[in-house]
């Protein structure tokens, strides 16, 4: 591998990872192009904190090979560690001190001297939206506050590549959507970004490419277009005037476009998934066949929309569970052992 010559910031092949009897990475195989944001999708217990900590240097692998910028992760340990940094799922920095005190502390561990330290500190508590509580003691910081304080710790040196391993679980709308204008700066600046989320609307937005991860393995892999369009054309989303027809609309949108039909909890809605090698017709050729039909059967419909497959559906297909299903109880054991080691 050389990723330096590749125009790669990762490359992975054939990366394992166990612990015991447990495969927590499971020959995993990356590719992840310098300055984009990189998805890595998955539930808890996939493997993918356990993948991060193998790139970042933190475990070593039991298997495979991976290159960050074309140094080898085992055995050019110290080259990864000068241009990586990351952000785990728990707050990295002293709840104690204030956020000025943390963001100096860890700046003159990094080699800035005073004056230095307390510019680029206060530089970056404007950035994130933290002038008004530097002066506070973390611990009376919000989940958000806290994460923007923590993502800042991580770019005090601006590094080639930021790992942020789930860095939005249990914050609040808001606090989430702080957290990807943030991650879009960092992007615009030239660091590569691997994101690892649970969270499929949180890869929608911020990642141009997407591995999406279960049980160690990586079953899928591209941009948000290519992994909707593999599981199908699209929906069409209907709402009938009469629930009394929607058992016979069900049934003649299953012979008409040979698909996939869900009754949802509105008695008077159906969702009929449609299929990408439906002969050459195209999505919203499919629909309007559909609409005739149901219309010549005398069903009246009220509401029609036809929409690209969600990543909520994608995951599904895939894996036959959504991304709040444990992928494996001791694979997310061992995860959480290791970030708390950490």
Do not use: C
Request: net charge negative; hydrophobic share 40%.
């Amino acid at each position: 591998m050389s990723t330096q010559t590749s125009g790669l910031a990762i490359e992975t092949a054939g990366l394992v990872k166990t612990f015991g009897e447990t495969r927590a990475v499971d020959g995993v195989d990356l590719a992840v192009p310098a300055g984009t944001v990189y998805g890595v999708l998955g539930p808890n217990g996939a493997g993918k904190t356990t993948t991060v900590k193998m790139l970042a240097t933190l475990l070593r692998p039991d298997g495979g090979e991976a290159h960050v910028f074309g140094h080898d992760v085992v055995r050019e340990a110290d080259e990864v560690r000068g241009r990586v940094s990351l952000t785990g799922q728990y707050a990295s920095v002293d709840e104690d001190l204030t956020g000025t005190e943390n963001l100096v502390l860890l700046a003159r561990l990094l080699g800035h001297g005073r004056p230095a330290a307390r510019t680029r500190a206060a530089q970056l508590l404007e950035a994130f939206g933290l002038t008004e509580a530097a002066g506070k003691q973390v611990k009376h910081y919000s989940g958000g506050m806290r994460r923007r304080i923590d993502i800042a710790a991580s770019i005090l040196n601006t590094p080639d590549l930021l790992f942020l391993d789930e860095p939005t679980t249990g914050l609040d709308p808001r606090s989430r959507n702080q957290v990807w204008d943030i991650v879009r700066a960092v992007v615009a600046q030239g660091t590569t970004v691997l994101l690892t989320t649970q969270y499929l609307d949180e890869a929608d937005q911020l990642a141009s490419r997407i591995a999406v991860i279960d049980h160690g393995k990586v079953i899928a892999e591209g941009t948000k277009g290519e992994l909707k369009a593999s599981v199908g054309a699209g929906s069409v989303h209907l709402r009938l005037r009469d629930p009394v027809q929607r058992a016979q609309a069900a049934d003649l949108l299953r012979r008409t476009l040979d698909a996939q039909v869900q009754a949802e909890p509105d008695p008077v809605a159906l969702t009929a998934r449609l299929s990408a090698a439906a002969g050459q017709d195209t999505a919203a050729e499919q629909a309007a066949r559909a609409l005739n039909e149901l219309s010549a059967a005398g069903i009246t419909v009220d509401n029609f929309s036809l929409g690209q497959p969600s990543l909520d559906e994608v995951f599904l297909a895939l894996t036959g569970h959504d991304t709040r299903t444990s992928g494996s109880a001791a694979s997310g054991s061992h995860d959480a052992k290791d970030e708390v080691a950490a």
